[in-house]
């Protein structure tokens, strides 16, 4: 019987040593004993680093879902590319990246209408703002949002 282990930000706060010491014994772990992970972090090199599957969450609902290259290569979901673009850099002539996503930051209790993405979408159009939207697969890449529904439609 598989054994699942739910890991929820299981090395912030630590320092990087420790963080690389707690996710090798993590993945000594997974192969010696036939582990699955659910990992749940802010730490996107930890998510690349440990995960298969990766999904992507805003205001609680999944909008976008992928194999870790995939997503980490190729996201297509908005919200995805500005947190993929977001990392910083250990060179500081880079400076701070601007993301673009404002200030507004809508309440998960009383969600937005339409995509709950769309007060900080820099591609909302008017049906982000009344229509929810469908899931889009391609394969085993899932994601919500209008952007290509209008294009191709």
Same mark, same amino acid.
């Given at each position: 019987?598989?054994?699942?282990?739910?890991?929820?930000?299981?090395? %912030?706060?630590?320092?990087?040593?420790?963080?690389?010491?707690?996710?090798?014994?993590?993945?000594?772990?997974?192969?010696?004993?036939?582990?699955?992970?659910?990992?749940?972090?802010?730490?996107? /090199?930890?998510?690349?680093?440990?995960?298969?599957?990766?999904?992507?969450?805003?205001?609680?609902?999944?909008?976008?879902?992928?194999?870790?290259?995939?997503?980490?290569?190729?996201?297509?979901?908005?919200?995805?590319?500005?947190?993929?673009? %977001?990392?910083?850099?250990?060179?500081?002539?880079?400076?701070?990246?601007?993301?673009?996503?404002?200030?507004?930051?809508?309440?998960?209790?009383?969600?937005?209408?339409? &995509? %709950?993405?769309?007060?900080?979408?820099? /591609?909302?159009?008017?049906? &982000?703002?009344?229509?929810?939207?469908?899931?889009?697969?391609?394969? /085993?890449?899932?994601?919500?949002?209008?952007?290509?529904?209008?294009?191709?439609?």
């Amino acid at each position: 019987m598989p054994v699942r282990i739910i890991c929820e930000e299981p090395t %912030s706060v630590l320092d990087v040593s420790v963080q690389l010491q707690i996710l090798n014994l993590l993945q000594d772990l997974r192969q010696e004993l036939g582990l699955t992970y659910l990992m749940i972090s802010h730490d996107l /090199a930890v998510v690349e680093h440990m995960a298969d599957r990766v999904a992507v969450m805003y205001l609680c609902q999944i909008v976008e879902e992928a194999d870790a290259a995939t997503l980490f290569h190729a996201p297509t979901h908005p919200y995805t590319k500005a947190l993929l673009s %977001s990392v910083l850099t250990p060179d500081p002539r880079l400076g701070v990246p601007d993301i673009q996503l404002g200030t507004v930051f809508p309440n998960p209790i009383d969600p937005p209408t339409g &995509c %709950s993405f769309h007060p900080r979408c820099v /591609a909302c159009m008017d049906v &982000c703002r009344v229509e929810a939207p469908e899931p889009k697969v391609n394969g /085993a890449h899932m994601a919500e949002y209008h952007l290509h529904t209008v294009a191709a439609g």
